[in-house]
């Protein structure tokens, strides 16, 4: 029998005010995969990522057509919490912003306000989410210091474990590596990899290459249309559209 995808979309289209960013996009993601995004500028990558975890039910004028599930479940269903939404689908944004705490605190201020009080439970969290997210050994003589004192790639790996702390079921990334140095870029490249073990991820990237190494399927947007999706070698060397082709050959983008 197949298995249910972690993820179904279906004809989904988006509409802010007289803006349509999204038209009639449908993809199945199965669990335990990175999918890379890539297309250019407004083409719609960022609003696909928050229709995901229903980060735009904050703009006053948005409404979708078509469905998101997640697991089965309609995530713009009127009986689904968005706040309880947003627990299962973790997000990881451009620019690292952890909270004016420690780096102790920053990993389990999620969980804390969940109810989790035990000393134990979230000492070994810490240590849990930091080695997954490869920053483990960079933090751990100094985990009650602020998370602000961090490097910009420490700190994107500190909001990668602060995620990881709610244990999601799905973990958005936009452009996570755009402000960062090459050897940080590695890092989360290596934890992204290392972490479809036990969850599924969508890393949208502006970097064709950065796709093309740690994805293992591509979604390839434009103009708000997914024009091509499927195994990353397969999109990246013989595209099906000719539009794939010319942005990721760098013709256009
Ligand atoms: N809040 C909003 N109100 C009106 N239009 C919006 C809003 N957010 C996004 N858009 C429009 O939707 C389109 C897609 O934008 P989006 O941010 O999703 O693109 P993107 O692919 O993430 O681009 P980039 O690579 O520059 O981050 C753009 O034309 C943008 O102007
Ligand atoms: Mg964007």
Redesign the pocket.
Known sequence: MPTLPILSVRNLS?F??Q????RGVSLDIPANRVIGII????????????TLNRL?DL?P??RTEGQVLLNGEDIYHPNMNAVALRKRVGMVF?LPIPLPMSIYDNVVYGPRLTGIRDRARLDAMVEHTLTAAFLWDEVKDRLHTSGMRLSGGQQQRLCLARTLAMEPELILL??PCSGLDPISTARIEDALTALKARYTIIL?T?NTKQAARVADDTAF?LM?ELVEYGNTRQLFTVPRDSRTNDYVTGRFG
């Open positions: 988006v802010i005010g803006v349509q960013p999204l297309g250019p500028a407004g083409s719609g990558k960022t609003t696909f990522l928050r735009n703009l004028d948005f451009a936009d452009e949208v502006n947007f708000g």
